[in-house]
């Protein structure tokens, strides 16, 4: 046999070893992408929780305003954490 093409053959053979996969490969590449879903799923979870936790910190120290009617009168209350600063109010 010419000795180019044994080369070539050799060449070949090594290449369709090193490509052939087995079962353990594949369930190592299943196992990889379930983990990196996973990673994902987790980051974009965490990001609501953190945005969450941002809104819920600015609103707990909002003033809220009620309004209650006392007879003839109306009484404004604060009834939030945050302090009321620059309230007006106008004769109804």
């Given at each position: 046999?010419?000795?180019?093409?044994?080369?070539?053959?050799?060449?070949?053979?090594?290449?369709?070893?090193?490509?052939?996969?087995?079962?353990?490969?594949?369930?190592?590449?299943?196992?990889?992408?379930?983990?990196?879903?996973?990673?994902?799923?987790?980051?974009?979870?965490?990001?609501?929780?953190?945005?969450?936790?941002?809104?819920?910190?600015?609103?707990s120290v909002m003033p809220i305003l009620a309004v209650f009617?006392?007879?003839?009168?109306?009484?404004?209350?604060?009834?939030?954490?945050?302090?009321?600063?620059?309230?007006?109010?106008?004769?109804?």
């Open positions: 046999m010419n000795p180019d093409l044994t080369s070539i053959v050799q060449a070949l053979d090594r290449l369709e070893a090193a490509l052939h996969t087995s079962t353990t490969d594949h369930f190592n590449l299943l196992l990889v992408v379930v983990t990196l879903g996973v990673l994902i799923w987790y980051t974009i979870e965490t990001y609501k929780l953190r945005v969450a936790a941002q809104r819920q910190g600015e609103t009617n006392e007879g003839s009168s109306f009484l404004v209350r604060n009834v939030g954490w945050g302090t009321s600063i620059q309230s007006t109010h106008r004769p109804l």
